[in-house]
């Protein structure tokens, strides 16, 4: 699991992928969340700009993200 540590008070969905290497770029990252492949505390999330707050959790493509503060 890797963690994603907050610098502000949440990080956006997209931002979050991008910080834990599990896509290249935005663009990746918008893609594969409007392809409804990202998943925020156990459901498909489909908005790039979603705030992740402390203890959030996203999956994608086998790997999972944890939020802490």
Do not use: C, F, H, P
């Not at 540590?5 to 990252?29: F, P």
């Amino acid at each position: 699991m890797e963690i994603v540590k907050l610098r502000e008070e949440y990080i956006k969905l997209s931002q979050a992928l991008k910080a834990a290497g599990l896509v290249e770029s935005g663009v990746d990252a918008k893609y594969a969340i409007l392809d409804g492949l990202v998943k925020v505390n156990g459901e498909a999330e489909y908005q790039r700009g979603k705030k992740l707050r402390d203890g959030d959790v996203v999956t994608y493509d086998g790997q999972t993200i944890r939020i802490e503060a």
